[in-house]
């Protein structure tokens, strides 16, 4: 998800249940667990196919009082993990 205009999605195969502050994933296609902290929950939930990753950046910055250059970065790795899980499409 390195281009700012990609609209991430959550792929077909993964469950997400959340538990207190956390969002825990579940891919069924390979049995992995990955557990979000809340910040790393909302990126999740902003990431429904209909927003871009630079909307989802000022949506965060906004919710949050960030400023967009740090959590640009931060979201970037966030999206580069949950690709390499198979987890966002």
């Not at 929950?41 to 949050?64: F, N, P, T």
Request: hydrophobic share 40%; with cysteine.
């Amino acid at each position: 998800m390195t281009n700012r205009k990609d609209c991430p999605k959550h792929a077909p195969q993964v469950i997400a249940q959340k538990a207190s502050n956390d969002v825990l994933l579940f891919n069924m296609e390979d049995g992995n667990y990955y557990s979000l902290n809340e910040i790393g929950g909302r990126i999740w939930e902003l990431c429904d196919g209909s927003r871009s990753v630079s909307q989802v950046v000022e949506s965060l910055a906004a919710e949050y009082g960030a400023s967009e250059e740090v959590l640009e970065q931060d979201v970037a790795e966030l999206l580069a993990e949950l690709e390499n899980g198979k987890l966002i499409v």
